[in-house]
């Protein structure tokens, strides 16, 4: 049974582009989260996502950024008109059920660096 | 707001000690705390979760306790090893909508 699948694993960006990160959760799994980690910094909640459904964006930045989960494929976050501060590691996590009753399974993350 | 705060950004000990991470939290009482291990390069890893209603829980080498009266919870790694050389990350429910708020992570570091 793969795990959460996240590519690419290393994005690099000059400023003013777009950056595309795929996360796809694990066989069975129907919520995903992303979490954002700068360096020195704790990971930071941006969204929760079930199949065509933003649950909860509290966590995402009002501009430039927006996240989706289809019906089929798999979840994408999206940044556009980057800026170096957006230089981070972004994970995306994912669970069969109500997060809070379940342990997040975490992907190995796409580092983000901004030119 | 609410926090999760882990007090020891590094802990240094030696092989065959017991390691003690501690993770406090503020301004609201969680039905459960988890327990991530972080790899450098790589997605936190699930390790424990424990309900308030709780006060203890092991698993192998791992033990956890959780203190509502302390607001605390304790992180223990008996007879540790240089494998479990990791940063260790305190997590809890966060908003209504169930993301989950993390501590900074304390940087554990086992000596041969």
């Known amino acids: 049974n793969a795990g959460v699948m996240q590519n690419p694993r290393h994005l690099v960006r000059r400023r003013g582009q777009e950056a595309r990160l795929r996360c796809s959760p694990m066989k069975g799994h129907s919520h995903v989260y992303w979490y954002r980690q700068l360096p020195e910094e704790g990971l930071k909640f941006m969204v929760y996502l079930q199949k065509e459904n933003i649950i909860d964006e509290s966590g995402m930045p009002k501009e430039r950024f927006s996240a989706e989960f289809p019906k089929e494929g798999p979840s994408i976050l999206r940044i556009q008109q980057v800026v170096r501060g957006d230089s981070a590691a972004y994970f995306c996590a994912s669970s069969p059920a109500l997060q809070g009753t379940y342990e997040q399974y975490f992907g190995p993350g796409t580092r983000l660096t901004v030119t | 707001s609410q926090k999760i705060e882990q007090n020891s950004e590094a802990l240094n000990i030696q092989e065959g000690k017991t390691a003690t991470l501690t993770c406090n939290y503020t301004?609201?009482?969680?039905?459960?705390l988890q327990w991530y291990r972080q790899d450098p390069g790589r997605g936190p890893v699930f390790l424990l979760l424990?309900?308030?209603?709780?006060k203890e829980k092991r698993k192998e080498r791992l033990k956890v306790t959780f203190d509502t009266t302390l607001k605390q919870s304790l992180f223990h790694i008996t007879a540790s090893q240089p494998a479990d050389s990791a940063t260790y990350l305190c997590a809890s429910i966060g908003g209504s909508q169930g993301n989950l708020i993390f501590g900074k992570g304390t940087k554990l570091s086992v000596k041969p």
């Open positions: 301004n609201y009482s969680p039905a459960y």
């Open positions: 424990i309900r308030e209603n709780e």
